[in-house]
C-alpha cells in the first residue's frame, strides 16, 4: 500500500498525535508475510491495541500516552518476530484476498456480517436488542403512537435482532431485509427458536423493490455507511417510508475522535487477513461472540464511510425528509450518551457520538 492509499483509509496518520508512531506501526506490521500465523500475530495485536484503547477511555485522564504506549508495545513485539526471521512459522502460506469489483466487496461485506452474526444465542441476542431499542426511544422522548397499526421496515437487518425487537415493542408486521444470504438464512433459523413472527427477504437497501410510501417506519441501523452508495441509500429509506410515518437513521460519525482513528489504522493492520482466521485467533483468546462482532464489525468490512452531519442532512433532505432530528442521547455505552454526560475528554475520545436520526415525510 502506498502512503497515499494508507493516508486515506486513516487520515488521522496524515498529521496529529497518533501519526508518528502510527505510521511506524504499520510499517513494521507491513513486514510479516502472507501467511496463517502472520494473521493471527495482526488479529492478536489489533485486540491488544482495541482494549488498550478502551482501557484508556475508562479512565478519566487524556488517552493520549497511554494509546501511543500500546502503539509502541505492538511495534516492539512485531519488530522481535521479524528479526527472528523464523520462516518456520511463517510457512503456512495462504493467498492474499483480492477485492476488486464492487460485486466481490458486497459479496465480501455480506459473509462478513452473516458470519458474525451467525454464532449469536437467540434469546439473548433479541432482548438485548429490543431493551437497547426502546431505551434509545424514551431517552430521546421518542414512541410512536399505536405501534400496534404499525408496519416496520427493517433495511439492512443483519441477523434480524432490531426486527424482532420492533415486533417485540409492539409493531404490527415488520420485515427484515439485508443482501447477505447468510444473514437472511440465519435471521429465519435463530426465528424458529422464539414464537415471533417477522418476515425476512433478500433486498439491496440501494435499490429496493418496494414502491413508494410502503411502510410506517423505516430503520435503517447502522448499514448505509457500508454500502456502494450512501446516498442513494439513504434516497431510497426516504421513498419507501409513508407520508407521516417515522424513519430511523444510524449512521457512523464524522469527525469521531480517537475511536475511530484507531479503528481507521487497525483497518490498516487488518487488510488482507483472512476473515475466518481472525475470527477464530478471537475465539482462541476466549473473546466471546458478541465482542468478535464489536471488535471485527468495522475494522473488517470492506467499505466503512464515515459521513457528517451536514452530509447526512443534506442527502436525506434531498430524499423529502422533514423535522429530522439527531438523537441527543443513547444508552450508556453509546458515544452520544458520554458526550452528553459530559464525560472528561469526551470529544477528544469520541468525536460527535452516533449519528442518529429520526425524520418524517
Ligand atoms: C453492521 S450490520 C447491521 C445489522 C443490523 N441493522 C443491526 O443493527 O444489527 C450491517 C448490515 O448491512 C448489510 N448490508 C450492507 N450493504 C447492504 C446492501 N447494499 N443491501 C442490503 N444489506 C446490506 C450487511 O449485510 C449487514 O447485515
New binding site residues.
Partial sequence: MTKEEIEKIAPCLKNGPLSELGMKLIEEVNQIPKSISGDVLKTWLTYYIFRAKEEAFKKPGDPTNEILESFQKQTEFIKSFNHLDLDLFFTTSIEEKSRQSIEEI?SE??SH??NLFKNFDADKYFNEATELLKIRLERNGIFPDDISSKTVL?A????G??SVAWKQLGAQKVTG????KI?IESAKERLKTVDIDVHYQI????NLSFENDSFDIVYS???LH??RDCRKGILEIVRVLKEGGMGWLYLIENPGGYFWDIIEILRIVMQGVDNQIAREALKLLNVPTNRIFYIL?HIMVPINLRWTDEEIQDALKEGGAKNIQRLKRGVDFDRVEKIYQKEPFAEMKYGVGEHRYVFTK
Fill in positions: 458486497e461485506t455480506g456480517y452473516g427493517d439492512g437487518c443483519g441477523g435482532r432490531y431485509v439485508d443482501f447477505s444473514g433486498e439491496d437497501v440501494v441501523n447502522g448499514v457500508h454500502t464489525d
